[in-house]
Nanobody, 117 residues
């Protein structure tokens, strides 16, 4: 499985960005795909995730501002980020994981989001 993230950039506080993660490989249709972020000096942490059935989960700090979605046909996951805050500044990583007998846990290369005040 390969994950290619894109869409990061510099935006002013209050602005919006849309991240994309194009995935290729087998088993993706049954995976949980998500976005994590890592700010300088901090550990990588979950931002949002979406299951193969479309159930979503968000960290409290982005609820109501971010929306994760998934194009199952194209194996692509998106993160629409609105009302961005300086504290959203981080490198954002996409992830695909599956549990069970044929488990996997793959990461994309990361895309930098910088929110200026």
């Amino acid at each position: 499985v390969q994950l290619q993230a894109s869409g990061g950039g510099l935006v002013r506080a209050g602005g919006s960005l849309r991240l994309s993660c194009a995935a290729s490989g087998s088993g993706l249709s049954s995976s949980v795909m998500g976005w994590y972020r890592q700010a300088p000096g901090n550990a990588r942490a979950l931002v949002a995730e979406i299951t193969s059935g479309g159930l979503t989960n968000y960290v409290d700090s982005v609820k109501g501002r971010f929306a994760i979605s998934r194009d199952y046909a194209q194996n692509t996951v998106f993160l629409q980020m609105s009302s961005l805050k300086p504290e959203d500044t981080a490198v954002y990583f996409c992830n695909a994981k599956r549990w069970g007998v044929f488990s996997f846990d793959y990461w994309g290369q990361g895309t930098l989001v910088t929110v200026s005040s």
